[in-house]
């Protein structure tokens, strides 16, 4: 099964904005797949942080926002706060609706 | 309120079998796909498998698939998995999801509620 690729880490300041790359091939993140995107705060189980490629869960502040394009997806948070730093992991599936995959994951750390 | 609470994780021997269990609350069970996604240590995510609302249609990953089993009994809510010959790859924290939109196969879907997961260690 393929896998999604993420940066392992990215960093901003407080106050910036930082985006997140997922990307996939033809099989994963095609035309008609969606992406969802989670958090995880360490120790924690992950969050539903935006669904659907561009889609944001109720309690989601709009600081954050996913968008996608061809085979690749972003996240994007916007006036970075301390507790934004976490894990953030990507989620696609096949185009035969089969089977998900999870990206890599990607460490924020805020400076 | 939703709620999943996971069972069954343990210290088990490579090559056995063991059975975790994730009790639901808080949503009409039948009408939602649930996943089990796994977290080796120190590691990212992994989506392990799925299953319809109606437990008719069940999805796995390939490198589960043949040794694991998800189930669920929609008149106690509850979904399970069975897992045989375990290895050491598969030591891992197990989380029970419920899937986002009514009516998803259960492959695709977003997870919007996370259990606290189960800790499956397999080892000699």
């Known amino acids: 099964q393929s896998v999604l690729t993420q940066p392992p880490s990215v960093s901003g300041a407080p106050g910036q904005r930082v985006t997140i790359s997922c990307t996939g091939n033809n099989s994963i993140i095609g035309t008609d797949s969606d992406v969802h995107w989670y958090q995880q705060l360490p120790g924690t189980a992950p969050k539903l942080l935006i669904y659907s490629n561009i889609h944001r869960p109720s309690g989601v502040p709009d600081r954050f926002s996913g968008s996608k394009s061809g085979t690749s997806a972003s996240l994007a948070i916007a006036g970075l706060q301390a507790d934004d730093e976490a894990e953030y992991y990507c989620q696609s599936h096949d185009s035969g609706l089969t089977y998900s995959v999870f990206g890599g994951g990607t460490k924020l750390t805020v400076l | 309120e939703v709620h999943l609470l996971e069972s069954g994780g343990k210290l088990v021997q490579p090559g056995g079998s063991l059975r975790l269990s994730c009790a639901a609350s808080?949503?009409?069970?039948?009408?939602?796909?649930m996943a089990w996604v796994r977290q080796a240590p120190g590691k990212g995510l992994a989506w392990v498998s799925a299953?319809?609302?109606?437990?008719?249609?069940?999805y796995y990953a390939d490198s589960v698939k043949g040794r694991f089993t998800v189930s669920r009994d929609n008149s106690k809510d509850t979904v399970t998995l069975q897992m045989t010959s375990l290895r050491a790859e598969d030591t891992a924290i197990y989380y029970c999801a419920k899937v986002r939109r009514r009516g998803t196969t259960g492959a695709t879907g977003a997870l919007d509620y996370w259990g606290q997961g189960t800790l499956v260690t397999v080892s000699s």
């Open positions: 808080g949503f009409s069970f039948s009408n939602y796909a």
């Open positions: 299953i319809s609302g109606s437990g008719k249609n069940a």
